[in-house]
């Protein structure tokens, strides 16, 4: 899996219902473990806690918990023998409501509510082998807003094929470039209001979006008027 597919199977773990007996086996399957992996974890052949979490050697220590328990539990996992014992790189907790992980070898950890979770996910990326700095873990969004922009990409050319073909590639990739370029202008507050386009866009379209195309044009309209 790449850094893209990761960061969608981890958002779709945050919006699903918190499943406190899966957890640990979706967060490690959405880092690309393998169902085989997963089955051994599950049968206790290659779990090795000794807390009642899911430990994988020289990986991670996981453990879900009773609400309002996760600083202590986090606690727990880092005074684990078996943490200690497997050589694991990061321990992690939650509650469905809270998150908090640690990675031990560099002492940087992650706190933020459940739902917030995956604008973290780069700092697990060496779970699924894909070596980080700080750099790169901070360009989380950056990844985050690549998939949702290929998202979007395939979904436009599946509503509207002819835009596939050669003749109106152009104009296929000359409107992601402008919303490309939008989102930029927002976030660097080079647009004169918060979420200025974005918020008209939503503001401005019927609930089912089948207006959408039309209010679209008109901002961009507006915006090439002097």
């Known amino acids: 899996m790449n850094a893209v597919e990761i960061e969608e199977a ?3 773990l945050a919006e699903a219902p918190f499943n406190a007996g899966e957890f640990a086996f979706a967060f490690l399957e959405a880092f690309g473990n393998k169902a085989t992996t997963i089955k051994r974890l599950r049968s206790g052949t290659s779990n090795k806690s000794d807390i009642g979490g899911v430990l994988q050697t020289s990986n991670i220590h ?3 918990c009773a609400p309002g328990a996760v ?3 986090l606690s727990a996992l880092r005074a684990s023998p078996a943490t200690t014992r497997a050589k694991a790189k990061f321990i992690l907790a939650t ?5 908090q992980a640690e990675d031990l070898n ?4 992650v706190v933020c509510d459940y739902p917030d979770f995956p604008d973290h996910f780069g700092f697990f990326l060496p779970l699924a082998g894909i070596s980080t700095v700080r750099q790169i873990r901070e360009s989380a969004f950056d990844i985050k807003a690549t998939g949702r922009l290929n998202r979007l990409y ?3 050319l599946r509503h509207n094929p002819d835009w596939g073909r050669e003749e109106r590639r152009h104009d296929m990739n000359h409107f992601m470039a402008r919303l490309i370029f939008m989102f930029f202008a927002e976030d660097t507050d080079i647009l004169n209001g918060s979420d200025l ?3 008209t866009i939503d503001q401005m379209s019927d609930r089912d979006g089948f207006n959408t195309h039309e ?3 008109e901002l961009f309209r507006a915006m090439n008027t002097p």
């Open 10 to 12: 981890v958002s779709a």
């Open 106 to 109: 560099s002492g940087e950890v």
């Open 62 to 64: 996981i453990k879900t």
């Open 215 to 217: 209010v679209i044009g």
């Open 95 to 99: 509650d469905g409501t809270e998150f």
């Open 71 to 73: 600083t202590e539990t």
């Open 197 to 199: 386009f974005t918020a």
């Open 154 to 156: 395939i979904e436009l």
